[in-house]
């Protein structure tokens, strides 16, 4: 019960302070007097009082304010109403001394020039210089900045506790809306006093809500402007969403989930430098450094990572075909995301996953200035070769994108090279290729309908599959006219494979398409209309022999045919004129084979 007798007592206490104090602030005008000389050595700004004043005893002594003014032009705070709560010993000596500040829906206003010039560093430098002290609870408040006559809010909603202590510390700490989304703040700056003689000052910020936490421990530095010095952590649930609330664009249309940073940071007005970053991402870990500069046009973003395991499937696959159908992608090409920044970033990987394709030893580049992105990959090993490849991407006009494709591959597996990478599965062997393609256009299908290149192939001691063209050939011999039934199914191995083409304006026309080996040989030209995925070409077809040991081989059956049809499905057609003829039987039935509309010569 003792112990609970000094607790009894403070109500009375401070009734008997107030009661003795009170004459001595009764009028309004004096409690007016001393509540402006308060808020001003709490805040180190002039002041303003708006309304009436009035001074209570409960539940503590205190000076309660309708209305006050702190600062003007640059920056100015107005408050409804203010609480002035007084330290209770110097009130026995009939001295009025702020011991808290309560501001009920307080609105800072700040001119935007005040954050053109450096935010950061005038309010430090005032923290530092000033001997005025404050233990201030700000109950929802509001941030506004000034942009001429016009007054943007910022902050909604804010509820905080800040402490300052001038030329010794500052922190805040409470909870602020911003962009619709609570975050929680921890921010506290020790040191303060060497600020303005070049020395440094400890900071520590810590920001936390749904969008993501973010967070700083260094020291910071004024000569010269405000320069921080320490260790930067960030991290979020899912950056696609984080930078929607910032108002950007991720790079793709799918990934960017869970995100984690953590570097040690420069940073200042001009931008900031990462170094010994660790970078994960969707599962992916990387080691590297960043420089991120804002002295330009658009933001500058230059760095280098490596990385032991890269996984590029949570990106998705560049959509060239409509979803629900084989034609191609008619959606309009974006380019925005490309105006927003320029970058240049350097990837080194031991191993690359993308899509079913598996790199190894990966030294890529991706450089993007201007809205022009250029994204190459040096060299890598692939399918048992050597792969290669660069897209550039650039707008044409305003509504139209120009891309342009190199890819090169040397002696790698050609079937699942091109599987991987065109999605095709018809030829098998060793070899390389090279395609250079590119066209302008507002879509993919536009595009394709003006595309203009070359492909080049030469493979070895593979196959075409599909179609077993020596047993065809041996049965047609056999069997002219019955022998074509079932011509599907099967490969066609050969020691040689030779393909040049050559596309201009959305045609690829089939300059050359040899396949040689000891048992046979096919030619092929023609063309490909490449915006239908359609197929017109003659070919011809021979059974090869040896005469002699040591002689070149001669043919001793051959055959012209056509190829018709799809990409996904050609339609194989040997030339009738030819069955006919090899058929002894037919022969007499058909007296003018060229009345069937097929040309006598074989290509």
């Known amino acids: 019960m003792r112990k609970l007798i000094p607790i009894l007592l403070l109500p009375v206490l401070i009734a008997l302070v107030g009661a003795a104090v009170a004459p001595k602030l009764a009028s309004e005008e004096r409690l007016r007097a001393e509540a402006a000389v308060l808020l001003r050595q709490?805040?180190?700004?002039?002041?303003?009082?708006?309304?009436?004043?009035?001074?209570?005893?409960?539940?503590?002594?205190?000076?309660?304010?309708?209305?006050?003014?702190?600062?003007?032009?640059?920056?100015?705070?107005?408050?409804?109403?203010?609480?002035?709560?007084?330290?209770?010993?110097?009130?026995?000596?009939?001295?009025?001394?702020?011991?808290?500040?309560?501001?009920?829906?307080?609105?800072?206003?700040?001119?935007?020039?005040?954050?053109?010039?450096?935010?950061?560093?005038?309010?430090l430098l005032?923290?530092?210089?000033?001997?005025?002290?404050?233990?201030?609870r700000v109950v929802d408040g509001r941030l506004f900045i000034a942009r001429d006559d016009v007054r943007e809010m910022v902050l909604p909603d804010a509820d905080l506790r800040i402490v300052v202590r001038g030329g010794s510390e500052a922190s805040i700490h409470g909870e602020v809306t911003w962009r619709s989304e609570p975050l929680a703040l921890d921010i506290s700056a020790t040191g303060l006093g060497a600020l303005p003689t070049?020395?440094?000052?400890?900071?520590?910020?810590?920001?936390?809500?749904?969008?993501?936490?973010?967070?700083?421990?260094?020291?910071?530095?004024?000569?010269?402007?405000?320069?921080?010095?320490?260790?930067?952590?960030?991290?979020?649930?899912?950056?696609?969403?984080?930078?929607?609330w910032l108002d950007l664009d991720a790079p793709t249309e799918q990934g960017f989930g869970p995100f984690a940073l953590r570097a040690q940071a420069v940073m200042s007005g001009q931008g900031a430098s990462l170094t010994d970053a660790q970078l994960e991402l969707d599962g992916n870990v990387s080691e590297g450094g960043f420089n991120l500069r804002f002295d330009g046009a658009r933001p500058v973003l230059q760095g280098s990572l490596a990385s032991d395991h890269l996984d590029l499937s949570p990106y998705g696959e560049l959509s060239v075909s409509e979803p629900d159908s084989d034609s191609w992608n008619h959606e309009a090409i974006n380019l925005r995301r490309l105006a927003s920044l320029d970058v240049d970033l350097r990837l080194s990987a031991a191993e690359v996953r993308a899509g079913g394709a598996r790199l190894e030893n990966v030294a890529a580049s991706s450089v993007l200035k201007s809205g022009k992105l250029m994204f190459a990959v040096g060299e890598a090993e692939a399918w048992g070769g050597i792969f290669r490849a660069a897209v550039h991407v650039s707008p044409a006009s305003a509504s139209q994108a120009e891309i342009r494709v190199e890819l090169?591959?040397?002696?790698?597996?050609?079937?699942?090279?091109?599987?991987?990478?065109?999605?095709?599965?018809?030829?098998?062997?060793?070899?390389?290729?090279?395609?250079?393609?590119?066209?302008?256009?507002?879509?993919?299908?536009?595009?394709?309908?003006?595309?203009?290149?070359?492909?080049?192939?030469?493979?070895?001691?593979?196959?075409?599959v599909g179609i077993d063209a020596g047993r065809v050939l041996a049965r047609l011999e056999q069997r002219p006219l019955s022998g074509a039934n079932d011509m599907h199914g099967g490969r066609t191995a050969f020691d040689r494979i030779l393909i040049e083409a050559a596309i201009r304006d959305g045609i690829a026309q089939l300059g050359k398409l040899d396949v040689t080996s000891t048992r046979l040989r096919i030619a092929l030209s023609g063309q490909s209309a490449i915006?239908?995925?359609?197929?017109?070409?003659?070919?011809?077809?021979?059974?090869?022999?040896?005469?002699?040991?040591?002689?070149?081989?001669?043919?001793?059956?051959?055959?012209?045919?056509?190829?018709?049809?799809?990409?996904?499905?050609?339609?194989?057609?040997?030339?009738?004129?030819?069955?006919?003829?090899?058929?002894?039987?037919?022969?007499?039935?058909?007296?003018?084979p060229a009345a069937l509309g097929v040309s006598n010569q074989a290509p």
């Open 42 to 123: 709490a805040s180190g700004l002039d002041v303003e009082i708006d309304g009436a004043a009035r001074f209570s005893v409960l539940p503590w002594p205190a000076i309660e304010l309708d209305g006050a003014t702190i600062g003007k032009d640059d920056v100015r705070l107005a408050v409804p109403r203010v609480r002035i709560v007084l330290d209770l010993l110097p009130l026995l000596t009939g001295q009025a001394r702020a011991g808290r500040l309560d501001l009920d829906r307080p609105e800072l206003t700040l001119a935007s020039r005040q954050l053109d010039d450096d935010p950061l560093g005038a309010m």
């Open 126 to 136: 005032r923290l530092a210089s000033g001997t005025f002290a404050a233990d201030i």
């Open 198 to 244: 070049g020395g440094a000052g400890r900071v520590r910020l810590g920001v936390s809500g749904p969008p993501g936490e973010f967070s700083f421990d260094g020291a910071a530095k004024l000569a010269g402007g405000a320069v921080a010095v320490g260790t930067l952590s960030v991290s979020s649930r899912r950056l696609r969403d984080t930078l929607a």
């Open 408 to 464: 090169g591959a040397e002696n790698v597996q050609l079937g699942p090279a091109l599987g991987d990478l065109f999605r095709t599965q018809r030829l098998e062997g060793t070899g390389s290729f090279r395609l250079a393609a590119g066209g302008t256009g507002a879509s993919i299908a536009a595009i394709v309908s003006r595309l203009n290149g070359t492909f080049t192939l030469d493979g070895k001691n593979g196959a075409l």
């Open 531 to 592: 915006a239908d995925r359609e197929l017109d070409f003659t070919g011809l077809a021979q059974l090869m022999a040896s005469a002699k040991t040591g002689t070149d081989p001669v043919a001793t059956f051959e055959l012209p045919f056509l190829v018709r049809g799809n990409w996904d499905q050609p339609l194989l057609l040997p030339d009738p004129q030819a069955l006919i003829r090899r058929s002894g039987a037919a022969r007499p039935l058909f007296p003018q």
